[in-house]
């Protein structure tokens, strides 16, 4: 079956740390995957995405790569800010499956001046 | 172009009531789907509309009922609300093309507090 794995949280970074949230995926097709982002109070906000493998999405410093021989596709920011303090989710989608996502459960990110 | 709306934001039911939740999705998407958010279980999936049909569910009791309009916009009802049945329902709308690029976009939310 198709299924999202995200590391723990909460992480708590300094203002201009490096950030990785890891994220590992299994598919039983050719899966599209995601990052989304929730601020508090409010809905998912798309973030990045890619739709195949060695694919790299980026948006607003954060990257993260699809790598098909690893199930993976890691969350990546040089340099965060205050305000990228959210809550950060992984997802996937298969074609096979129609229309639906598949999310993780979700790390909760602080950055602390 | 409007985003995805959802009316009403907050709802305060008791145990036992029902209630309706209301989607509009993005013009031209002709797919819906319905998420419960929860600090204890967090993003789980209810169910998928497309051209008024159920596509996919999730594994909810037969007391979360969907359905879909004409027009894509999309409700969904709980009936016999239980306290559990408290969270922040969150609809979703992508275009539905049949190509796995689609994306999802949500909208804000309904928070249901039920006491």
């Known amino acids: 079956g198709n299924s999202v794995t995200q590391m723990e949280g909460p992480v708590t970074l300094s203002e201009e740390a490096f950030l990785t949230i890891n994220c590992t995926y299994t598919a039983t097709g050719y899966p599209s995957l995601f990052w989304y982002v929730q601020y508090p109070g409010e809905g998912l906000q798309l973030l990045l995405k890619a739709t195949k493998a060695d694919d790299k999405g980026s948006n607003k410093g954060f990257e993260a790569t699809y790598r098909k021989e690893t199930t993976s596709f890691h969350l990546e920011k040089g340099s965060v800010q205050v305000s990228d303090s959210a809550v950060y989710f992984c997802a996937l989608s298969d074609q096979g499956t129609g229309n639906q996502f598949y999310f993780g459960t979700g790390t909760s990110l602080t950055v602390i001046p | 172009k409007a985003g995805v709306t959802q009316t009403p934001r907050y709802l305060i039911k008791t145990r036992g009531q029902q209630v309706t939740l209301s989607c509009s999705p993005i013009s031209g998407h002709r797919s819906v789907s319905w998420y419960q958010q929860t600090p204890g279980q967090g993003l789980q999936f209810l169910f998928e509309y497309f051209s008024e049909t159920q596509r996919n569910k999730g594994n909810f009791p037969g007391r979360f009922s969907g359905r879909q309009f004409s027009n894509s916009r999309s409700e969904m009802n709980v009936s016999t609300l239980e306290l559990g049945d408290s969270a922040l329902y969150l609809c979703?709308?992508?275009?539905?093309?049949?190509?796995?690029?689609?994306?999802?976009?949500f909208g804000p939310g309904t928070r249901l507090t039920v006491l």
């Open positions: 979703a709308s992508s275009l539905a093309s049949g190509e796995n690029t689609d994306t999802q976009y």
